[in-house]
């Protein structure tokens, strides 16, 4: 027979260490000896439920343990002592602390134990306590009994439910009876009726049957249509009428909000405006209020009534019958139509009032009213403009759920045709002034005001943050200050580029515009970009190399100030290039338009806008295209609609070409074309630059130079040669003598100053038949010279004359490289003289002028020849738009080797030809080398790489990870996530197909990005047992989505305070008592932020009046893109391409792109992304909330 119980003693030994290790609580006690009423001081240590004792602290072995659970611990008074005497030895052992271990069984003697300090004892108390399970049973006894309690509830019903269905069963069986002996008494009383007729109608036995039978007819009617309600309820029909439903209810809101926003339009600015202009010193007219808030009274009345309508129809629920308010709102469209044709108008009118300060004070003073929230009155006047597309949206949304059958369906679907109707016009006006509204939004920012943004011809074209570098005079970096100055805090600089000027802006705390005291309105007009040093100045080789080749400088010449240097730091190449790019455009635009303008002003009969009057395809309707009231940045009407063809031929139509299309169509063209048919339409262009041109431009274009050359010979003082310089602007290009890539633009001067006339005649003049005249007829006196510079004149005079035949118009050398107004004595500008034709002018401004001007250009009967015009202009085009491509949209070669090649070898076929231009030869290799370099200045880090990094790193947890390194950390994956989008994503909703993983893939894992995050934020606050953990956990969450906002990263924001408002947090009622009120009241700040309310209106105001870099929210930007898509289709019912609806996606596309483009300067560190990208830490949302109710149980009701 076995005598004892036999155990893993190695695994107890094994537990033993660990308890001498990590035990929950370990010290000496004195424990009471069995035989004896002697104490034995041992070392105890207790571990999960099992105490071991010791008989030292160092010993290894214990001397024993006991087993704790089921046990209890309760204190026990000091026993006497027989022998002890009154002193001080009786004292000290009355102050000790002594305990009992009872084990809850018979045959175990309790464990008696003893310490020195009452505070020892307690918490020996309370760990033993916890290590014997006793509140586990406790509660498994209440589960038990709760459990005992429902399984006898549920015996009774079922013994209740079989009783029932016997008296069913009985009662089926009873009713048979009873029809069988009603049946038989009918028979019965059939037979005996004769016998009866004096007695009573109807037995009472009878009548208690026909009760029996419409009782248990009414019971079986209530449960069979019981039945067929519950069945209806599950069924579809029922959930599409629910969400039809919440469909009214949301857009019940949407219009609630909306009479709101007119409420405000009106009575905060229309009426008070009207009392404005009665008084006695006006600070706007009547006419002027009129014209900016046309209809709006108007348009407030109508919604209050369709409010009002909605609202009664919402009483009358569950019938919600709402076609007849449409059809009250259907015939009052045309305010509404009014309204929008009037739009472009009223923001032109508000922007020149603006230019009165009284008034523009008063404005301001009226937007600071706390009911505006901040927003201008541009914004409330654009309300209108959205609220029809709402309405389209929500047709479409209520018509999904509203079954053919329905009685409004056709009066919905009628609605909602009229309302696409006037909802294209609408996107067509918003798209128009969507130029207008940036403007104004820049102006107001800037304090100190900015007149030129109040001229409506001003195009915004990009903006962005760039480090000025010092300088000193004459434009050389100032060495001394370069190693000592923190460029980043200091010379940071918010840029805008526009058509016409370029600004420099500091920003204040308060996230306000500053404009530079000194050059921070730059006018295109007088600047010089230099794109890259120069290889012999030494300074500029010092630059290059500091700044690893960022920087560019801008040379301002002012008529009336000495000139200056402004020297900008890009944060990239990919950005340097970028801003190259679009600075070049503009500059290119202003030269052409300016040279085009002085030509034709009185030499030709062809003004510019007579020129363009005179082409109807620029401005006239057509089967293939349609135009807008507005102009572009070339004063060319903008394209409304147009087919491809006539798309790619503005692209390519050599006599201008508008920053803001270009922009557009690089963007967008995937939507209606392809990058292979863009780029074969360029190479065409090259290959055969006649096609660019329509026949009848061209005709109205070289008419003045092919009758200049007879009346030129026949009478030298025929009025193409005595045309007189008007002003502005005179005439006046210069270019550098060094291979820079310089574009030097002077096309305005002192007006008072003494203007000459242009002469392309040079010294050596005997080569053409066309420039030889008689003294006579055109004495030297009264001629100014176009000359060269010295070195190229000397050349040029000691060369002989050129053989025509060898200096063929497709073989032209080039024209000089240092044009310049040379001023004969005594002349003045009333008698000026110019022998320039338009065609010479062209030549001059598209290829001399755009890309520096070839030695070789003295020949008059070759700058007049059209063939050289066109072919010189039409390689400057393709090199402008291939330049801009590759520069600024890097992605589409990196994805289509395919394209990459093709144009490489357009550029290498540029290359080869012999009589390229040197300056179009530069920017050819310049292109190719940016195309053929992969990925040179791809030095920032992607998400693949980092996780790639972490894998081998050990885990850090979230307690010993600071908040400012979480903020960092986040705000750097936020960025790399949200920069690798490419912007084709962005085209074509792809992101709501079924295909949206092979769509548009990186968006889904944006996406994916920010519920990982959020789910992790989540996971973190419920790891923790207790409820201190937790609120301390969700405090530094909030203090992480605090710094995440200081650093402009409002998608982390979004991130953590998503994370704290999900159901499985938001329920921890304790916990949330335990966080700090500052904490809370952030918490709300952050939240206020990153609100949806409004369409995002306060993040939106957030960002612009922060500088890059930032992340935004991305599905604010998604939300805005599908709201274009849905109002507007792509194409016309005739095909045409919609390029209005472009224009608008264009303008968020490039938002966008201004934020991927700026990097943050935060190092990586590795053992913080490891943490927040580890996966095993995220806990699914239903386990989430299984924890929410384990941790924080409900209360019963």
Same mark, same amino acid.
């Given at each position: 027979?076995?005598k004892?119980?036999?155990?893993n003693?190695?695994?107890?030994?094994?537990l033993?260490?660990?308890?001498?290790k990590?035990?929950?609580?370990?010290?000496?006690?004195?424990?009471?000896?069995?035989?004896?009423?002697?104490?034995?001081?041992?070392?105890?240590?207790?571990?999960?439920?099992?105490? #071991?004792?010791?008989?030292?602290?160092?010993?290894?072995?214990?001397?024993?343990?006991?087993?704790?659970?089921?046990?209890t611990?309760?204190?026990?008074?000091?026993?006497?002592?027989?022998?002890?005497g009154?002193?001080g030895?009786?004292?000290?052992? @009355?102050?000790?602390?002594?305990?009992?271990?009872?084990?809850?069984?018979?045959?175990?003697?309790?464990l008696?134990?003893?310490?020195?300090?009452?505070?020892?004892?307690?918490e020996?108390?309370?760990?033993?306590?916890q290590? !014997?399970?006793?509140?586990?049973?406790?509660?498994?006894?209440?589960?038990?009994?709760?459990?005992?309690?429902?399984?006898?509830?549920?015996?009774?019903?079922?013994?209740?439910?079989?009783?029932l269905?016997?008296?069913?069963?009985?009662? @089926?069986?009873?009713?048979?009876?009873?029809?069988?002996?009603?049946?038989?008494?009918?028979?019965?009383?059939?037979?005996?009726?004769?016998?009866?007729?004096?007695?009573?109608?109807?037995?009472?036995?009878?009548k208690?049957?026909?009760?029996?039978?419409?009782?248990?007819?009414g019971?079986?009617?209530?449960?069979?249509?019981?039945?067929?309600?519950?069945?209806?309820?599950?069924?579809p029909?029922?959930?599409?009428?629910?969400?039809?439903?919440?469909?009214?209810?949301?857009?019940?809101?949407?219009?609630?909000?909306?009479?709101?926003?007119?409420?405000?339009?009106?009575?905060?600015?229309?009426?008070?405006?009207?009392?404005?202009? %009665?008084?006695?010193?006006?600070?706007?007219?009547?006419?002027?209020?009129? +014209?900016?808030?046309?209809?709006?009274?108007?348009?407030?009345?109508?919604?209050?009534?369709?409010?009002q309508?909605?609202?009664?129809?919402?009483?009358?629920?569950p019938?919600?019958?709402?076609?007849?308010? #449409?059809?009250?709102?259907?015939?009052?469209?045309?305010?509404?139509?009014?309204?929008?044709?009037?739009?472009q108008?009223?923001?032109?009118?508000?922007?020149?009032c603006?230019?009165?300060?009284?008034?523009?004070?008063l404005?301001?003073?009226?937007?600071?009213?706390?009911?505006?929230?901040?927003r201008?009155?541009?914004?409330?006047?654009?309300?209108?403009?959205?609220?029809?597309?709402?309405?389209?949206?929500?047709?479409?949304?209520?018509?999904?759920?509203?079954?053919?059958?329905?009685?409004?369906?056709?009066?919905?679907?009628?609605?909602k045709?009229?309302?696409?109707?006037?909802?294209?016009?609408?996107?067509?006006?918003?798209?128009?002034?969507?130029?207008?509204?940036?403007?104004?939004?820049?102006?107001?920012?800037?304090?100190?005001?900015? @007149?030129?943004?109040?001229?409506?011809?001003?195009?915004?074209?990009?903006?962005?943050?760039?480090?000025?570098?010092?300088s000193?005079?004459?434009?050389?970096l100032?060495?001394?200050?370069?190693?000592?100055?923190?460029?980043?805090?200091?010379?940071?600089?918010?840029?805008?580029?526009?058509?016409?000027?370029?600004?420099?802006?500091t920003?204040? +705390?308060?996230?306000?515009?500053?404009?530079?005291?000194?050059?921070?309105?730059?006018?295109?007009?007088?600047?010089t970009?230099?794109?890259?040093?120069?290889?012999?100045?030494?300074?500029?080789?010092?630059?290059?190399?500091?700044?690893?080749?960022?920087?560019?400088?801008?040379?301002?010449?002012?008529p009336?100030?000495?000139?200056?240097?402004?020297?900008?730091?890009?944060?990239?190449?990919?950005?340097?290039?970028?801003?190259?790019?679009?600075?070049?455009?503009?500059?290119?635009?202003?030269?052409?338009?300016?040279?085009m303008t002085?030509?034709?002003?009185?030499?030709?009969?062809?003004?510019?806008?007579h020129?363009?009057?005179?082409?109807?395809?620029?401005?006239k309707?057509?089967?293939?295209?349609?135009?807008?009231?507005?102009?572009?940045?070339?004063?060319?009407?903008?394209?409304?609609?147009?087919?491809?063809?006539?798309?790619?031929?503005?692209?390519t139509?050599?006599?201008?070409?508008?920053?803001?299309?270009?922009?557009?169509?690089?963007?967008?063209?995937?939507? #209606?074309?392809?990058?292979?048919?863009?780029?074969?339409?360029?190479s065409?262009?090259y290959?055969?630059?006649?096609? %660019?041109?329509?026949?009848?431009?061209?005709?109205?274009?070289?008419?003045?130079?092919q009758?200049?050359?007879?009346?030129?010979?026949?009478?030298?003082?025929?009025?193409?040669?005595?045309?007189?310089?008007?002003?502005?602007?005179?005439?006046?290009?210069s270019?550098? !003598? %060094?291979?820079?890539?310089?574009?030097?633009?002077?096309?305005?001067?002192?007006?008072?100053?003494r203007?000459?006339?242009?002469?392309?005649?040079?010294?050596?003049?005997?080569? +053409?038949?066309?420039?030889?005249?008689?003294?006579?007829?055109?004495?030297?006196?009264?001629?100014?010279?176009?000359? +060269?510079?010295?070195?190229?004149?000397?050349?040029?005079?000691?060369?002989?004359a050129?053989?025509?035949a060898?200096?063929?118009?497709?073989?032209?050398?080039?024209?000089?490289?240092?044009?310049r107004?040379?001023?004969?004595?005594?002349?003045?500008?009333?008698?000026?003289?110019?022998?320039?034709?338009?065609?010479?002018?062209?030549?001059?401004?598209?290829a001399?002028?755009?890309?520096?001007?070839?030695?070789?250009?003295?020949?008059?009967?070759?700058?007049?020849?059209?063939?050289?015009?066109?072919?010189?202009?039409?390689?400057?085009?393709?090199?402008n738009?291939?330049?801009?491509?590759?520069?600024?949209?890097?992605?589409?070669?990196e994805?289509?080797?395919?394209?990459?090649?093709?144009?490489?070898?357009?550029?290498?076929?540029?290359?080869?030809?012999?009589?390229?231009?040197?300056q179009?030869?530069?920017?050819?290799?310049?292109?190719?080398?940016?195309?053929?370099?992969?990925?040179?200045?791809?030095?920032?880090?992607?998400?693949?790489?980092i996780?790639?990094m972490?894998?081998?790193?050990?885990?850090?947890?979230?307690?010993?990870?600071?908040?400012?390194?979480?903020?960092?950390?986040?705000?750097?994956?936020?960025?790399?996530?949200?920069?690798?989008?490419?912007?084709e994503? #962005?085209?074509?909703q792809?992101?709501?197909?079924?295909?949206?993983?092979?769509?548009?893939?990186?968006?889904?894992?944006?996406?994916?990005?920010?519920?990982?995050?959020?789910n992790?934020?989540?996971?973190?606050?419920?790891?923790?047992?207790?409820?201190?953990?937790?609120?301390?956990?969700?405090?530094?969450?909030?203090?992480?989505?605090?710094?995440?906002?200081?650093?402009?990263?409002?998608?982390?924001?979004?991130?953590?305070?998503?994370?704290?408002?999900?159901?499985?947090?938001?329920?921890?009622?304790?916990?949330?008592?335990?966080? !700090?009120?500052?904490?809370?009241?952030?918490?709300?700040?952050?939240?206020?932020t990153?609100?949806?309310?409004?369409?995002?209106?306060?993040?939106?105001?957030?960002?612009?009046?922060?500088?890059?870099?930032?992340?935004p929210?991305?599905?604010?930007?998604?939300?805005?893109?599908?709201?274009?898509?849905?109002?507007?289709?792509?194409?016309?019912?005739?095909?045409?391409?919609n390029?209005?609806?472009?224009?608008?996606?264009?303008?968020?596309?490039?938002?966008?792109?201004?934020?991927?483009?700026?990097?943050?300067?935060?190092?990586?560190?590795?053992?913080?992304?490891q943490?927040?990208?580890?996966?095993?830490?995220i806990?699914?949302?239903?386990?989430?909330y299984?924890?929410?109710?384990?941790?924080?149980?409900?209360?019963?009701?």
């Open positions: 027979m076995q004892s119980v036999r155990y003693e190695g695994h107890a030994l094994y033993a260490f660990l308890a001498r990590e035990g929950t609580k370990r010290g000496f006690l004195s424990k009471k000896a069995a035989e004896a009423s002697r104490w034995h001081e041992k070392w105890f240590a207790l571990y999960q439920n099992v105490l #071991f004792y010791f008989e030292g602290e160092q010993s290894g072995r214990p001397a024993g343990m006991y087993l704790l659970e089921g046990c611990c309760e204190r026990t008074p000091a026993p006497p002592r027989a022998g002890a009154p002193g030895g009786r004292d000290a052992l @009355d102050k000790q602390y002594y305990f009992t271990v009872l084990f809850g069984h018979e045959g175990q003697k309790p008696e134990l003893r310490c020195e300090e009452e505070q020892d004892g307690k020996w108390m309370e760990a033993i306590h290590a !014997s399970y006793a509140d586990i049973l406790i509660e498994r006894e209440v589960l038990m009994q709760k459990y005992i309690h429902l399984v006898q509830i549920v015996e009774t019903e079922k013994i209740a439910a079989n009783q269905r016997h008296q069913l069963e009985d009662q @089926d069986t009873e009713i048979e009876r009873l029809k069988s002996e009603i049946i038989a008494l009918n028979k019965t009383k059939e037979r005996m009726r004769p016998y009866q007729s004096n007695q009573e109608d109807e037995d009472p036995d009878i208690k049957i026909k009760k029996v039978q419409s009782f248990m007819r019971w079986l009617c209530r449960r069979k249509w019981k039945t067929i309600v519950q069945d209806y309820i599950c069924s029909h029922a959930e599409s009428m629910r969400k039809r439903n919440q469909i009214v209810f949301t857009m019940v809101e949407a219009e609630s909000e909306y009479v709101h926003q007119l409420y405000i339009l009106v009575n905060g600015f229309l009426r008070p405006l009207r009392m404005a202009a %009665s008084s006695k010193k006006p600070p706007i007219s009547h006419d002027d209020v009129s +014209s900016i808030f046309l209809n709006s009274e108007t348009i407030m009345f109508l919604h209050e009534i369709f409010h309508g909605l609202k009664a129809r919402i009483a009358n629920w019938t919600l019958i709402l076609a007849d308010l #449409f059809d009250i709102l259907l015939p009052m469209l045309n305010i509404y139509q009014e309204f929008v044709r009037n739009h108008y009223s923001l032109q009118v508000l922007a020149n603006k230019q009165n300060r009284d008034f523009d004070k404005l301001k003073q009226y937007e600071a009213n706390p009911a505006c929230e901040g201008m009155l541009e914004t409330f006047l654009t309300y209108p403009m959205f609220q029809i597309p709402r309405y389209i949206i929500t047709l479409h949304e209520l018509l999904a759920h509203t079954p053919h059958e329905h009685v409004e369906r056709k009066s919905l679907e009628f609605a045709s009229k309302l696409e109707e006037l909802s294209r016009v609408m996107h067509d006006e918003v798209s128009d002034t969507e130029n207008i509204r940036k403007n104004l939004a820049i102006e107001r920012m800037i304090v100190e005001g900015c @007149d030129i943004l109040l001229d409506t011809s001003q195009t915004f074209i990009r903006q962005g943050s760039l480090i000025q570098v010092p000193v005079e004459r434009g050389k100032s060495k001394v200050r370069l190693g000592s100055l923190s460029l980043k805090k200091e010379g940071e600089r918010q840029c805008f580029l526009f058509t016409k000027h370029f600004l420099i802006c920003r204040s +705390s308060g996230g306000k515009l500053h404009l530079l005291k000194t050059g921070g309105v730059l006018s295109l007009i007088e600047c970009l230099i794109e890259e040093p120069d290889a012999s100045d030494d300074d500029s080789k010092g630059s290059g190399q500091v700044f690893g080749h960022l920087d560019f400088k801008i040379v301002v010449e002012p009336d100030a000495a000139s200056f240097t402004v020297v900008l730091l890009a944060p990239s190449r990919q950005e340097k290039a970028a801003w190259m790019s679009d600075i070049s455009q503009c500059v290119d635009n202003i030269r052409c338009n300016g040279l002085i030509v034709f002003e009185e030499n030709s009969k062809v003004t510019v806008p020129m363009i009057k005179s082409d109807a395809r620029l401005h309707d057509d089967t293939d295209i349609c135009f807008s009231k507005t102009l572009n940045s070339c004063k060319v009407p903008q394209i409304r609609y147009a087919s491809v063809e006539r798309l790619l031929e503005r692209l139509d050599l006599r201008f070409l508008s920053i803001d299309f270009l922009n557009t169509f690089l963007h967008t063209y995937r939507i #209606f074309t392809t990058a292979a048919v863009v780029l074969g339409k360029l065409d262009i290959k055969r630059p006649f096609t %660019s041109i329509p026949v009848r431009s061209l005709e109205l274009f070289f008419a003045t130079s009758n200049n050359r007879g009346e030129h010979l026949a009478d030298g003082k025929s009025p193409r040669l005595c045309r007189k310089f008007s002003s502005p602007p005179p005439l006046a290009v270019r550098t !003598s %060094s291979p820079v890539r310089a574009r030097k633009l002077s096309l305005t001067s002192p007006l008072n100053s203007i000459g006339a242009l002469d392309l005649t040079t010294s050596s003049s005997s080569g +053409s038949p066309t420039t030889t005249h008689s003294p006579a007829a055109s004495p030297p006196p009264h001629t100014a010279v176009l000359e +060269s510079a010295p070195a190229e004149r000397a050349g040029a005079d000691s060369s002989p050129a053989d025509p060898e200096l063929s118009p497709c073989r032209s050398p080039s024209t000089p490289r240092h044009l107004y040379r001023q004969p004595v005594g002349q003045t500008a009333d008698n000026a003289h110019c022998s320039v034709s338009p065609a010479s002018a062209f030549a001059i401004a598209t001399a002028a755009g890309h520096g001007s070839p030695p070789g250009f003295n020949n008059t009967e070759r700058t007049c020849d059209k063939e050289f015009i066109i072919r010189r202009t039409a390689t400057n085009r393709v090199l738009v291939l330049r801009h491509w590759v520069s600024k949209h890097a992605q589409d070669f994805l289509n080797n395919e394209l990459k090649m093709n144009v490489l070898n357009l550029l290498e076929e540029v290359l080869r030809d012999p009589d390229l231009l040197p179009e030869r530069k920017a050819t290799a310049n292109i190719l080398r940016a195309l053929s370099l992969d990925d040179q200045d791809d030095i920032h880090l992607k998400l693949e790489d996780i790639q972490t894998d081998c790193l050990k885990a850090e947890c979230f307690e010993t990870l600071s908040a400012m390194e979480l903020a960092e950390q986040i705000t750097l994956l936020d960025h790399i996530v949200f920069r690798s989008i490419p912007y994503e #962005f085209l074509g792809g992101w709501m197909k079924l295909d949206k993983n092979e769509r548009t893939p990186y968006i889904m894992k944006t996406s994916q990005h920010f519920n990982d995050m959020s992790l934020v989540a996971s973190q606050i419920m790891n923790y047992a207790d409820v201190s953990s937790r609120a301390n956990a969700i405090e530094k969450w909030v203090a992480v989505a605090d710094i995440c906002r200081c650093l402009h990263n409002y998608n982390g924001v979004l991130e953590i305070t998503s994370a704290l408002n999900r159901s499985a947090i938001y329920r921890l009622k304790k916990t949330w008592a335990k966080v !700090s009120k500052q904490t809370k009241a952030l918490m709300d700040k952050l939240q206020k990153v609100s949806s309310e409004g369409r995002f209106k306060n993040l939106r105001e957030t960002l612009k009046n922060c500088n890059p870099p930032a992340v929210y991305l599905g604010m930007y998604l939300t805005d893109l599908a709201f274009i898509e849905e109002g507007t289709p792509n194409f016309t019912e005739e095909g045409l391409v390029f209005s609806k472009m224009r608008m996606i264009s303008h968020i596309i490039r938002e966008i792109r201004q934020f991927q483009q700026t990097s943050y300067r935060i190092d990586h560190q590795p053992k913080v992304t943490y927040l990208l580890d996966k095993a830490l806990i699914d949302e239903d386990t989430l299984e924890l929410s109710l384990k941790i924080e149980p409900r209360l019963p009701a």
